[in-house]
C-alpha cells in the first residue's frame, strides 16, 4: 500500500536527548531476534507497544525496520511480516524513501530528536500526523537506530483551518460591505467585479455573476461575470437570454427564494438543464434581488470542474451582496433622477436621508451578526494568533459602525435635525474618558496621548457634553491616524467670559505627525475630503462632522501645520457655569448581575437568531425564539417572560406594532409590564422616540454591544419576576 506525504513539509524540531540502553545488531545479525525481543522488554513490554494508539516503528542504523506495533501494520494495510527486516525503499515511492532516511540520517548524525507535521496517506483516506523521530542507544552510549513516533493530528489541524476560514468569511463580508457603502457611482461597475472576484475566490467557486431580469420583453440580462482561470466566459452568449429558459429556477427566485442545483446532470431532461449543460455548469446557487417583494434580478456561484453542494456561509454571502446591489441600485436611480429633473435641495435631501436609513439598516444586520459570532468565538479557547485575527476582525466592524454613525450624524446636521442637549458634566470626567478610549491605540503606537485641563477652567460646565466627546474624539483620533512616533496633545483653555457670562474655552489638539500640505487646509473640513488620492485612511467624514457641530454649538474651529512636523487644531466653544450648589449627577450603579430571566427573542434573521441566543445563554439567560411578531404573541401567551428583546423590521406584523398589541390589548392584560427592549437596525433620527412611544421600554442599535444589551436587561428588569 502506497503511504504518500509532502516531504517539503519537513522542520526541525527542539533538540534533545534519544532512548538510551536500547543495543541494535546490523541488519541480518544471527541475533536480531533476541535483541528485539531485549529492546521490547526495555521499552515496557510488547503489550504496551501494541496497545499505543500512536504508530511506532523502530529502524536500526542501515534503515532496515526491527519492530513496529499494529497501528503501523493497520496504517500500512501490511502484515508485520511484510514490515519487519525492509527499508523505507520497500515500503514507500523512492522520493519519500529518501526523504526519510535523509532525516534519519540527521537524527542519528545530531544525536537529537526531530519533529515534522505533514499530510500522510497510508490505506485510508489522508490524514495530518505529526512525527517524531529519536535516536536510540546501545549499551555503550552508541547510537543503533532511529525510534519513529506517529501521531494523528488530523482534527486540530481541521478545528484551525475552520477558523481561519471563518475568520476571512467574517473579513470578506465587511469588505463587501464597506466597499458597497463607499463606492462612487462612476466606479460602481469595477467595484461590482471586484466584490464578485473576491467573494468567488473565497469560495472556490468557477464562475461568479449578475443577471437582471427584463420581464416586459422577457429576457434575462447577464450585466456582470468573473471567471476563474482556465473557466470560459459566458456573459457574451447570455446578454438576452429568454425567461422562460430559466425554468423552475425563475420560479423561486420570483418568489423571493434562492435556487441551489448540486448536480446539474441529476436535472430532469428541460429548459434549465438544456441551458445549464452548453455552459459546462456542474452545480449552482443563486439568489433573488429583490426591491421590494419584486424580484428584479439574481446573483450567483457556478461550479464547472466538479458537481459540489453550496454552504450556509456562501448563502450568507451572496444575500448580503444582493441586498448591496439593490441599494446601489436605488442610489442611482435616485441620484439620476435627481439630475434629469433638477429636484429642489430639499427633496435631494429627504432621498439621501431614506437612502442612508436603508442602508444602515442592511449593513447593521449583518453587522450585528458578525460582531455576535466574534464575541462568542472569544469565549472559547485560542491561540495567540486566532486571537489576533478575532481583535482585528472586530476593530474593521468597530470602524465600520463608526463610519455608519459619522454618516448619519453628517445628515441630520445639514438636515438641521440635529438639536443640542445641554446639561451639567465634568470636565475631568470628560478628559478621562477620552484617554481611556485612546489608551489600547496609542499604546500599540510609538505615540504618547495627554490631555491638560487648565488650573482656571472650573471642572463643572453646561454644554452638550456628547457632541463636545465627539468634537474631542474626531480631532485625537484623526491626529493618531497621521502620526507614527511622537505626541498627541490636547489642551483645554480658559479663554475669559462673554456678556451672557457664558465661558469661552479653547481646545487645542496637536500633533508630531506629518503635517498639512498649505493649500490643502482649506479642503479638509469638507466631506469626503483627502489630503491625498493615495492617503486611504478614512473616507473624510470626521473632520466635516466636527465644523458642523462646532457651527451648531456657537463656536469656531481653525487649525495650522507644518509639513513634516505636526498639525494643531483649535476649537472655541461657549459653555454654561454650573450651579456650585448643585450636586454631581451620581453614576449608575447598575442592577446586580444575575441568570435565570427568560428571554423572548423576537428576531427574523437566522445567523443574527443564532449568536444573540448563543451570547445570552452563555450569560445564564434562559432564551426561546420566535421568527414573527405574531409567532412572538402566541409565545407569549403561552408562558410568561422576564424581558422581550424586540427586533424591529419582521416579517407580517413589525416589532412597533406587536409592542403595541402586548401593550395595549385585553388579552395581554397579564403580561402588559412586560419589558420589551428594541434591538434593531434602525437608527435613523426619530427611531428611539418612535419605539418609546409603542411602549417599549429602551432601544439598542445594531450592531449591538452584548455588555450594553446585558445591562439593558437587568436595567429593565430590576427584581420583577412575570408570573409563571
Same mark, same amino acid.
Given at each position: ?389 478575532? *481583535? ?204 435565570? *430571566? ?35 404573541? *402566541? ?90
Amino acid at each position: 500500500m502506497a503511504f504518500e506525504t509532502d516531504p517539503g513539509k519537513l522542520h526541525q524540531s527542539e533538540t534533545g536527548e534519544g532512548v538510551k540502553g536500547t543495543r541494535w545488531p546490523g541488519p541480518g545479525g544471527p541475533a536480531a531476534g533476541a535483541d528485539t525481543s531485549s529492546t521490547l522488554r526495555n521499552l515496557s513490554g510488547r503489550a504496551i507497544l501494541a496497545a499505543m494508539q500512536e504508530i511506532v516503528a523502530i529502524k536500526d542504523t542501515c534503515g532496515v525496520y526491527r519492530a513496529v506495533n499494529p497501528a503501523m501494520c493497520r496504517f500500512l494495510g501490511k502484515p508485520e511480516a511484510m514490515i519487519l527486516g525492509r527499508t523505507d525503499f520497500d515500503l514507500f515511492p523512492p522520493d519519500l524513501a529518501a526523504a526519510y532516511q535523509a532525516l534519519d540520517a540527521q537524527v542519528m548524525e545530531g544525536l537529537a530528536p526531530r519533529n515534522i507535521e505533514e499530510q500522510a496517506k497510508g490505506s485510508g483516506q489522508p490524514i495530518w500526523v505529526s512525527t517524531t523521530k529519536s535516536p536510540l542507544f546501545d549499551q555503550e552510549n552508541r547510537c543503533s537506530g532511529v525510534l519513529v513516533v506517529v501521531r494523528d493530528i488530523t482534527a486540530r489541524k481541521l478545528a484551525e483551518e475552520s477558523a481561519k476560514r471563518r475568520i476571512l468569511f467574517q473579513r470578506i463580508l465587511v469588505n463587501v460591505a464597506a466597499t458597497c457603502i463607499n463606492i462612487p457611482l462612476d466606479e460602481v461597475d469595477a467595484a461590482i467585479h471586484g466584490c464578485l472576484e473576491e467573494m468567488g475566490r473565497f469560495v472556490d467557486a468557477d464562475r461568479a455573476y449578475i443577471f437582471e431580469f427584463h420581464f416586459d420583453r422577457g429576457i434575462a440580462v447577464n450585466t456582470h461575470e468573473w471567471c476563474a482561470e482556465g473557466i470560459h466566459a459566458q456573459i457574451q452568449n447570455l446578454r438576452e437570454l429568454p425567461l422562460d429558459r430559466i425554468g423552475e429556477g425563475l420560479a423561486e427566485l420570483t418568489r423571493g427564494r434562492p435556487h441551489h442545483v448540486e448536480d446539474v446532470a441529476a436535472l430532469p431532461p428541460g429548459p434549465l438543464r438544456s441551458t445549464l449543460e452548453p455552459q459546462g455548469i456542474r452545480s449552482l446557487m443563486t439568489v433573488p434581488l429583490l426591491r421590494g417583494e419584486q424580484c428584479i434580478g439574481c446573483v450567483g456561484f457556478d461550479s464547472v470542474r466538479q458537481a459540489r453542494p453550496f454552504c450556509e456561509d456562501e448563502y450568507t454571502l451572496l444575500a448580503m451582496f444582493a441586498r448591496m446591489l439593490v441599494n446601489i441600485g436605488l442610489r442611482r436611480e435616485v441620484e439620476e433622477s435627481l439630475r434629469l429633473a433638477g429636484l429642489k435641495a430639499q427633496a435631494a435631501s429627504d432621498a439621501k436621508s431614506e437612502f442612508l436609513a436603508n442602508m444602515s439598516h442592511e449593513i447593521r444586520t449583518p453587522l450585528n451578526g458578525i460582531l455576535g459570532m466574534l464575541q462568542l468565538m472569544n469565549t472559547t479557547s485560542l491561540d495567540a494568533e486566532q486571537s489576533e485575527y478575532i *481583535h482585528m476582525a472586530t476593530q474593521a466592524a468597530r470602524r465600520m459602525t463608526r463610519l455608519l454613525s459619522d454618516i448619519l450624524d453628517l445628515s441630520r446636521v445639514e438636515a438641521g435635525k440635529l438639536t443640542l442637549q445641554e446639561s451639567p458634566f465634568s470636565m475631568s470626567e470628560v478628559r478621562r474618558s477620552v484617554l481611556d478610549i485612546f489608551k489600547p491605540v496609542s499604546s500599540r503606537r510609538d505615540v504618547r496621548t495627554s490631555f491638560e485641563l487648565d488650573p482656571l477652567l472650573p471642572d463643572r460646565l453646561v454644554g452638550d457634553e456628547t457632541r463636545l466627546r465627539q468634537i474631542l474624539l474626531n480631532l485625537i483620533g484623526n491626529s493618531l491616524k497621521f502620526t507614527e512616533r511622537g505626541f498627541v496633545r490636547v489642551e483645554a483653555m480658559l479663554l475669559g467670559s462673554d456678556a451672557g457670562s457664558r465661558l469661552n474655552v479653547a481646545f487645542r489638539v496637536c500633533d508630531s505627525g506629518c503635517g498639512i500640505p498649505e493649500d490643502k487646509l482649506g479642503v479638509i473640513f469638507e466631506p469626503f475630503e483627502q489630503l491625498t488620492q493615495a492617503c486611504n485612511r478614512g473616507v473624510g467624514l470626521g473632520l466635516a462632522i466636527v465644523r458642523r457641530l462646532v457651527q451648531l454649538m456657537g463656536g469656531r474651529i481653525e487649525a495650522r501645520s507644518w509639513p513634516g512636523e505636526g498639525t494643531a487644531v483649535t476649537v472655541t466653544l461657549p459653555f454654561g457655569l454650573a450651579d456650585e450648589q448643585e450636586d454631581a449627577p451620581a453614576l449608575p450603579t447598575g442592577a446586580e448581575k444575575r441568570s435565570g *430571566h427568560r428571554i423572548l427573542l423576537v428576531e427574523d434573521d437566522l445567523f443574527n437568531q443564532k449568536t444573540s441566543k448563543a451570547l445570552l445563554e452563555k450569560s445564564g439567560y434562559a432564551v426561546s425564539v420566535a421568527d414573527t411578531g405574531l409567532e412572538a404573541l *402566541h409565545t407569549l401567551q403561552e408562558s410568561g417572560f422576564d424581558c422581550i428583546l424586540m427586533d424591529i423590521h419582521l416579517p407580517g406584523l413589525d416589532g412597533v406594532e406587536t409592542a403595541r398589541i402586548i401593550r395595549n390589548a385585553p388579552e395581554f392584560r397579564a403580561h402588559a409590564e412586560t419589558p420589551i427592549i428594541a434591538v434593531t437596525a434602525n437608527a435613523m433620527l426619530g427611531d428611539r422616540e418612535r419605539f418609546l412611544a409603542a411602549g417599549m421600554n429602551d432601544f439598542i442599535a445594531k450592531p449591538m454591544d452584548f455588555h450594553a444589551l446585558t445591562a439593558a436587561i437587568e436595567n429593565a428588569t430590576g427584581s420583577r419576576r412575570v408570573p409563571r
